[in-house]
């Protein structure tokens, strides 16, 4: 469980990343994330697979997922029967992955809603269409997008396992992350002779896979027993170790958890580089209160985020012959795309609600670290940004949870740590 020294493709080490995410981040961040704009979060649980037959779903009942009511959500994010202003319609287009049945129809009723308002969902849409989507946000052709309340739907053990899960995280490396050329099965994965691109790739998967197994280990359901009547939730050191020890993993465990501490500084890159559009945002609720608190709680956040020198350096992909590299970037899209899209395939809602989110989130990190510069930190586009670059609510909401999630892990690991000294 020792860890230390560089995080590989990354000038920067785990030690400094561990007293930056304890100290200054994680605290932010789960105050953060139990406010309304970021614990209710729309998913639609009911796509079909893509890829093959769905596996049985699975009946465990720590799988079930409790969808909220209207009645649960703030006003804010209610479906309006009745909307008092039609441009509402389009402020919720723009903010949403799952458009309403009033979005959906926007294009037949011209005459309920200003000349204005059409122009402005016009021009979000071609400038959504224009950037680097990396992932599939669910939509509503299917109308089976739900509210879920992330705050009362935990990620923790679900005793999702065996065959399905595996045939997942085995279609995720071995068909949808780039494999070096000798290599084959995920369990013999080596990065030895590939390009960086492709390691990122690998790197983030792997650190998104090492964070799940932190969940699960550190909130674990221990079956009754005789030493305690009833069932309990608490971390389990024998699962962490099981997984991450460097002896019962020959020596890949400790790679699998640096591989967290590069997914981490991707994303914290991201919000670095979103910053000055996050700084725009309005994270709207429909309680002042509550919208100025999550305001001024992202405010704090950024300024912490912005300050940490070693952030990852994705200027450094996608270089050389540009033919190649805009090959590359694109392989790299449709890979994550694919990913995105085998979430569908999870046989556990628990598991698929977050797998969803933390893919999606991870999305729209990539997003943002492939949009140019127009946003960056020395961007000086402030108000005019928002016309450059759009993010939807549910993209800003997956992306500062997936971030919670990693600032999690890793404080989920000093837990461990401390544990075993
Ligand atoms: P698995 O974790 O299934 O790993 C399979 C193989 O992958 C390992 O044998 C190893 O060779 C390799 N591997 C393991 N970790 C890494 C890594 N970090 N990087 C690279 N390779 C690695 N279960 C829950 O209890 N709660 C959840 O919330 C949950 N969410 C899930 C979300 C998704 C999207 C998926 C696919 C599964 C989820 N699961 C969840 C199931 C969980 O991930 C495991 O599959 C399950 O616990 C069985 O674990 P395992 O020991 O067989 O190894």
Redesign the pocket.
């Given at each position: 469980c020792k860890l230390n020294g560089e995080v590989d493709d990354c000038q920067c080490k785990v030690e400094s990343l561990d007293s930056l995410n304890n100290d200054q981040i994680y605290p932010r961040m789960k105050s953060l994330l139990s406010r309304n704009f970021f614990r209710y979060f729309k998913v639609n649980l009911h796509k079909e697979c893509p890829f093959w037959a769905d596996d049985s779903r699975c009946a465990m009942k720590?799988c079930a997922v409790e969808m909220c009511t209207q009645d649960d959500l703030p006003f804010g994010l209610k479906e309006e029967e009745d909307k008092e202003s039609e441009n509402k319609y389009i402020e919720k287009a723009q903010s949403e992955d799952c458009p309403t049945k009033a979005d959906v129809t926007l294009g037949d009723i011209d005459t309920t809603i200003s000349k204005e308002s059409q122009q402005a969902f016009k021009d979000w849409t071609k400038y959504d269409d224009a950037q680097e989507t990396f992932c599939e946000l669910d939509d509503d052709t299917t109308g089976n997008c739900d509210y879920v309340d992330l705050l009362l739907n935990p990620?923790?053990?679900?005793?999702?396992?065996?065959e399905?899960?595996?045939r997942?995280?085995?279609s995720?490396?071995n068909e949808n992350c780039f494999k070096a050329p000798d290599q084959s099965g995920?369990?013999s994965?080596s990065l030895t002779g590939m390009c960086l691109e492709k390691r990122v790739f690998?790197r983030m998967?792997?650190?998104?896979?090492?964070?799940?197994?932190i969940?699960?280990s550190h909130e674990?359901l221990f079956p009754a027993s005789t030493c305690y009547g009833t069932e309990k939730w608490g971390q389990n050191m024998e699962e962490f170790l099981?997984?991450?020890d460097h002896e019962q993993?020959d020596g890949?465990?400790p790679?699998?958890?640096k591989?967290?501490y590069f997914t981490y500084l991707v994303e914290l890159r991201a919000i670095a580089k979103a910053a000055p559009y996050l700084e725009e945002e309005g994270y709207f609720t429909g309680d002042d209160e509550e919208d100025n608190a999550v305001k001024e709680g992202v405010l704090d956040l950024l300024n912490v985020v912005k300050q940490f020198p070693n952030q990852f350096d994705e200027s450094k992909l996608f270089k050389g012959n540009k033919k190649e590299a805009q090959a590359l970037k694109e392989e790299f899209r449709d890979h994550f795309r694919n990913i995105s899209r085998?979430?569908d395939c999870?046989g556990?809602d628990?598991?698929?609600l977050?797998?969803?989110l933390?893919?999606q989130g991870m999305g729209t990190a990539l997003k943002i670290l492939f949009s140019g510069d127009g946003m960056g930190p020395q961007s000086t586009v402030k108000a005019g940004s928002k016309q450059k670059f759009q993010l939807r609510r549910t993209e800003i909401v997956s992306l500062l949870n997936a971030f919670g999630r990693l600032s999690s892990s890793i404080h989920a690991i000093e837990v461990f740590r401390r544990m075993i000294s």
């Open positions: 720590n990620e923790r053990y679900t005793g999702y396992k065996g399905s899960p595996h997942i995280w085995n995720i490396y995920y369990n994965q690998y998967i792997s650190g998104l896979h090492a964070s799940i197994s969940h699960l674990y099981r997984r991450f993993t890949r465990g790679q699998w958890l591989n967290l085998i979430m999870v556990c628990k598991c698929k977050w797998g969803k933390q893919v």
